[in-house]
Each structure stands twice: as structure tokens, then as C-alpha cells.
Nanobody, 121 residues
């Protein structure tokens, strides 16, 4: 299973960006997909966790500004980021808890390669 993230870049404060993360491989189902971020010198933190069914959970610092969604048919996760602030600058990682076709009873965790988001003041 591979996760391919895209959409990062440089934006001014107050601007918007949209990230995508596509999962591919021998996938039976993906109970959860999520976005995490890590700024220099800080620990990785949750941005949004999106279940295949149900409500999305957001980190406190992005509530009301970021919207995560997923297309289950395409195994793709999105993150719409609005009203960006310099403190949102970080490497953003996508994450997926995957049930693979060969091992449906077990959930394996995969990470994407990360995409840089830089917000200038």
C-alpha cells in the first residue's frame, strides 16, 4: 500500500491551499484516513481524522478553518485549508489505517511522504 500526497506549497497568510492524498495497492478497506503535521522542533500533531463512515475529528488549532473529506471510491483524502496562518507552516503527512485484501482481520498503518506547507506573514 502506498500513500501519495500532493498540493503543498507557499501561500500568504489568509490564503488557501488544498491537499490530496491517494492510497493505492491491495486495499480491502480503509477504516480511517487522517492528516497530521509537524513543524520544525515540534511533535507531530493531529490535523484531522476521517472515518469511512461518521464524523471527522479535528485538532483544536484548525477547527473552523480546515475541512477534511474523503472519496471512499477513490481511496483519496482531501484537506481544504482556509484562513491560513504562519503557525500552520509544517510538513503535512497523510495517514491511513488499512485492511488489506490478504489480511482483512488486521489493520496496518501507512504514512505518506509528507508535503510542505509554508505560510508567509
Amino acid at each position: 500500500v502506498q500513500l501519495q500526497a500532493s498540493g503543498g506549497g507557499l501561500v500568504q497568510a489568509g490564503g488557501s491551499l488544498r491537499l490530496s492524498c491517494a492510497a493505492s495497492g491491495s486495499i480491502f478497506s480503509i477504516p480511517f484516513m487522517g492528516w497530521y503535521r509537524q513543524a520544525p522542533g515540534k511533535e507531530r500533531e493531529l490535523v484531522a481524522s476521517v472515518p469511512s463512515v461518521g464524523s471527522t475529528n479535528y485538532g483544536d488549532s484548525v477547527k473552523g478553518r480546515f475541512t477534511a473529506s474523503r472519496d471512499n471510491a477513490k481511496n483519496t483524502l482531501y484537506l481544504e485549508m482556509n484562513s491560513l496562518k504562519p503557525e500552520d507552516t509544517a510538513v503535512y503527512y497523510c495517514n491511513a489505517n488499512v485492511r488489506e485484501i490478504s489480511t482483512r482481520s488486521r489493520v496496518n498503518i501507512y504514512w505518506g511522504q509528507g508535503t510542505q506547507v509554508t505560510v508567509s506573514s
